[in-house]
């Protein structure tokens, strides 16, 4: 019950999960977690990067500006945190699917969603997630052979939702 695709290109991943979490909405399938949603500001900076909350009206900030010449991490931690509280308050009303944007560096490290993706497993609600190339062996050893990989389409995304999923697919 713990679904993840790699997607190549800026966003593919972002989008293709947006657009899922829309049409499981629109389907009155009950899902909770965080889209990526890239905002694109000025062309000599970097996008700032917000959490839509599922079954939410708000966006979590999760980029902090750090000026023109900085070059750490632009994650804002705080942020983060925030988001995974949220989600995390979610999983109360056991939702039919648990979407989370990425399994990232900080999942790595043990921080960001990770509880959050083993508290909705222990849960019985399905996880869906995706997977940049530089995470995934750090996500497979996570997941210890639990993970079952997807192709980056929406109509396989949604067809693996359907077959976890607990509530029936209009």
């Not at 905002?39 to 966006?59: F, I, K, P, S």
Request: with cysteine.
């Amino acid at each position: 019950m713990l679904g993840y695709f790699t997607a190549e290109g800026r966003g593919v991943a972002d989008k293709l999960l947006a657009d899922l979490a829309t049409d499981l909405i629109a389907r009155g399938v009950d899902v909770a977690g965080v889209v990526q949603i890239n905002r694109e500001t000025q062309a000599d900076r970097l996008c700032d990067m917000d959490l839509q909350v599922l079954g939410h009206d708000h966006h979590v900030r999760i980029s902090q500006n750090l000026g023109a010449h900085a070059r750490g991490c632009r994650l804002d931690p705080f942020g983060l945190e925030t988001a995974v509280g949220l989600v995390a308050a979610d999983l109360a009303r056991k939702p039919a699917l648990l979407i989370l944007n990425k399994f990232g560096k900080s999942e790595l490290e043990g921080r960001g969603f990770r509880d959050v993706i083993g508290q909705a497993l222990c849960a019985d609600v399905p996880v869906l997630t995706a997977v940049n190339k530089a995470n995934l062996q750090g996500f497979l050893g996570f997941a210890d052979g639990m993970a079952e990989e997807l192709t980056p389409e929406l109509s396989v995304v949604l067809n693996w939702c359907a077959l976890f999923a607990s509530q029936r697919f209009a």
